[in-house]
């Protein structure tokens, strides 16, 4: 039996802001799938996802990509803030970020993403959470630096995926 996707919650920026908070999650998915259509009022904005408000250097990720066939780029963060994925300036950038086991008190949280670029460019991100706590809050947001990153009109849907 294929997977069912029941969308849970859903944000809409009707003005500029720095982050989209989602609270009570319920855990009765399986998993989590994140669907982030961010534009961002600079160029390339990061974003990342933190959970149950935790801002320690609990998370790990890393990412590869390259270029209508150039060289594989690669990066490896060992611990960070935030789960990182792209956003662009020029378009609402899709990005789906899908998390396993987030309700699951015994395992770490593994999560991750392929972004497909306009120009191109195509990444693949992995990242961990290093917390068994199960997830019920998720912080979507740049949290690099301070200031209101997302324009009017991103949006986060957060799909839980039923349990079989």
């Known amino acids: 039996m ?3 996707y029941n969308a849970i919650a859903t944000t809409t ?3 500029t802001a720095a982050s989209i908070s989602f609270t009570s999650i319920t855990s009765s998915y399986t998993d989590l799938v994140v669907v982030v259509k961010a534009k961002s009022a600079g160029n390339n904005t990061t974003f990342g996802l933190k959970f149950n408000g935790d801002t320690g250097s609990n998370y790990g ?3 590869m990509g390259g270029q209508n066939g150039s060289t594989l780029t690669t990066f490896n963060s060992g611990t960070s803030a935030s789960f990182n994925a792209q956003s662009q ?7 789906v970020i899908h998390i396993l086991n987030y309700a699951n008190t015994n395992m770490q949280k593994l999560m991750f993403s392929e972004v497909n ?3 191109g460019y195509t990444l693949q991100y992995c990242a961990i959470w290093s917390n068994t706590s199960a997830i019920t809050t998720i912080d979507v947001g740049n949290f ?3 200031g209101n990153h997302w324009v009017t009109g991103t949006s986060v849907t957060i799909y839980g ?4």
């Open 13 to 15: 920026l009707t003005a």
């Open 161 to 164: 995926i039923a349990k079989a």
């Open 117 to 119: 670029q306009p120009n």
């Open 89 to 95: 300036s020029s378009e609402f950038a899709p990005n």
């Open 2 to 4: 294929p997977a069912t």
């Open 61 to 63: 990720s890393g990412y």
């Open 144 to 146: 690099d630096s301070a």
